[in-house]
């Protein structure tokens, strides 16, 4: 099925925005989040940390917090699927995340972005983002996680 231009510029904006936000959590870069996310958007991260669900400020201050157990992580992402439905779209997006903890070691974190985006005046952006864990290795909170 051939695609429209508009249905490819969308998907490119849309694959921008995953890869976007990889660079900025693995830089640090928080406040690069808000042009990625909507201001109002909903994000669960309970798969992966058992404990953060909220706003964007919310998501934001924990990330700044609980990245300082890592010197390194990196967010290789790929396969994503997204369906469009005019200003609306899902995604289901794989990441491999290897994090060098501060402490010596590795941990390896596999998961998938399940996520709905919107089109706003500036563009597409997340509006809810979740995660559905694949595997957890090496977590040093869990001995289940070998």
Known sequence: ???????????????????????????REWDALDGIFTPDAEIDFRATTGSVHGDLATVKAYLGETMAYFSVTQHLIAASKIELDGDVATGRTMCHNPLVLTAGGVMFVGLWYIDRFVRTDAGWRIAHRAQELAYLHNDPRSAASQ
């Open 1 to 27: 099925m051939t695609k429209s231009l508009q249905e490819l510029s969308d998907r490119l904006e849309i694959q921008d925005l995953l890869v976007d936000y990889s660079y900025a959590v693995d830089r």
